[in-house]
């Protein structure tokens, strides 16, 4: 029900924009989020958006590189990844949850089939 894509090969310290598409019933009112697992390592979460984008916020590993943020007329969120490292190196999911505004902790409901993000040093 998500379309997660922009992904790619990108030197350290190069960016990427990646995009998440979804029903407009499946990002109505809903915060949506990001989430990455790396190879070997558990699901971690990256940022999150409120319904109208009032409230953002970021993993602290993310903070001040990435920046994440939606257009809910053409029903697409998008995390712009800027001074990529290699410990970025993660398949990237975007995540829509059943509440105007969720986080870290929050529940997540639907999730996207994940984009390829590899960053080489």
């Known amino acids: 029900q998500l379309q997660a894509s922009g992904g790619g090969l990108v030197q350290a310290g190069g960016s990427l924009r990646l995009s998440c598409k979804a029903s407009r019933r499946t990002f109505s009112n809903n915060a949506v989020g990001w989430f990455r697992r790396a190879p070997g390592k558990e699901r971690e979460y990256v940022a999150a958006i409120s319904w109208r984008g009032d409230t953002t916020s970021y993993a602290d590993s993310v903070k001040g590189r990435f920046t994440i943020s939606r257009d809910n007329a053409g029903n697409a969120v998008y995390l712009q990844m800027n001074s990529l490292k290699p410990e970025d190196t993660a398949v990237y999911y975007c995540?829509?949850?059943?509440?105007?505004?969720?986080?870290?902790?929050?529940?997540?409901?639907?999730w996207g089939q994940g984009t390829q993000v590899t960053v080489s040093s």
């Open positions: 995540t829509s949850a059943r509440s105007p505004y969720s986080g870290p902790s929050g529940s997540w409901h639907y």
